[in-house]
């Protein structure tokens, strides 16, 4: 069973960065493909960014291309989110996911059977 914990949330001007972390724990982290989801208020959850365990392939949504970057440590065990440029549009919870292997479709969220509680991001205009 995978455990994941999210942290880094927080309040931030926009045009500002955050950098999220989920901790893993459970099975051997390096076999996991980990991806962010976030949700906003009166919104489904939708696909930020996600990334492969073998070659370390990233995938991102088109709203945060080139402002987000997801990277692994599997060391620590741990992933990041690292949010540049910050808009009002990327206030959301932020969720982190955990699936073993690969999934057919990397921004599906039912591809993803671990999740963590999520953490709060808001940005101010």
């Known amino acids: 069973q995978v455990q994941l914990v999210e942290s880094g949330g927080g309040l931030v001007q926009a045009g500002g960065s955050l950098r999220l972390s989920c901790a893993a724990s459970g099975p051997p982290f390096s076999s996991y493909t980990m991806g962010w989801f976030r949700q906003a208020p009166g919104s489904e959850r939708e696909f930020v960014a996600a990334?492969?365990?073998?070659?370390?392939?990233?995938y991102y949504a088109d709203s945060v291309k080139g402002r987000f970057t997801i990277s692994r440590d599997n060391a620590k065990n741990t992933v990041y989110l690292q949010m540049a440029s910050l808009k009002p549009e990327d206030t959301a919870v932020y969720y982190c996911?955990?699936?073993?292997?690969?999934?057919?479709?990397?921004?599906?969220?039912?591809?993803?059977?671990?999740w963590g509680q999520g953490t709060q991001v808001i940005v101010s205009s």
């Open positions: 990334r492969s365990w073998n070659v370390g392939s990233t």
């Open positions: 996911a955990a699936r073993y292997g690969i999934p057919t479709t990397y921004s599906q969220g039912h591809q993803y059977p671990y």
